[in-house]
């Protein structure tokens, strides 16, 4: 079936595609995605041919050690559909090294991670990193939001998608907040997103938040958590007022 699978993607790819792709999503030397390797799939195209396919986790291990993207992608995404939540997301966050461009994280962090810890409890901060163990805490994401690795602490906010979408902002706020400082323009525009999205649910939230932080924010993440405000009031951020 693993056989067919990379058949499959093979017949698909695109090979101007391929070297467009490799452009945007930086696989040069001292880039984030340095030696990432793409056929030139459409999203679209790689969700239908996921959709064909249910495979162990052995089998979703073999791709997610690929060099190529798609295979990376296509993986994650036969992932998402595992009956074994649990199970799946022990075996995302053992993988996070593999998951390790911003597009592998968006698609599917908040619906591996977040989903399965949106029912559990919701301690915060200094819950150590176990996953052979219970989880049974949102604490995990505080300890990727630490981490060194750019992909973990991207996966961290992103995974707090899933609880946004249910009204719980609580955990989005205190990982941005940790994040506020990083340095790198993948997680400023990672928080801003999943700020502008609380935002969308409540706005004074959001606002509560930008209003004590917005002057110390770097510039491209309150950018994108302003986004949908109204012109005046956008400007005003801006300027500091």
Not at 37 to 56: C, E, H, M, N, T
Not at 74 to 100: E, M, P, V
Not at 123 to 128: S, Y
Not at 160 to 169: D, G, P, S, V
Request: glycine share 6%; with cysteine; net charge positive.
């Amino acid at each position: 079936m693993l056989n067919q699978l990379r058949k499959e993607l093979r017949e698909s790819g695109n090979s101007e595609r391929a070297i467009a792709c490799q452009r945007f999503f930086k696989t040069g030397k001292g880039q984030y995605g340095e030696g990432d390797v793409f056929l030139g799939i459409k999203v679209p195209v790689q969700r239908a041919i996921a959709k064909k396919y249910d495979l162990s986790f052995e089998e979703i291990q073999e791709l997610l050690n690929s060099e190529i993207h798609e295979e990376r992608l296509i993986g994650l995404l036969i992932l998402i559909r595992n009956k074994n939540k649990k199970g799946a997301f022990k075996f995302y966050l053992k993988n996070t090294k593999r998951i390790n461009n911003w597009d592998l994280v968006d698609l599917t962090a908040h619906k591996i991670v977040g989903d399965f810890l949106l029912d559990k409890d919701k301690a915060l901060r200094g819950v150590p990193r176990d996953i052979s163990g219970e989880m049974s805490t949102r604490g995990i994401l505080y300890d990727l939001a630490k981490s060194e690795n750019l992909w973990e602490k991207r996966i961290a906010i992103i995974s707090t998608f899933a609880f946004i979408r249910n009204n719980q902002f609580e955990d989005t706020l205190a990982i941005a907040e940790i994040l506020l400082n990083d340095s790198h323009d993948l997680i400023h525009k990672a928080v801003g997103w999943m700020l502008r999205e609380v935002g969308k649910k409540n706005q004074e939230v959001e606002e509560e938040f930008l209003k004590k932080h917005y002057k110390d924010m770097p510039r491209t993440m309150l950018r994108y958590a302003i986004e949908r405000f109204e012109e005046e009031k956008r400007q005003k951020y801006l300027r500091g007022k």
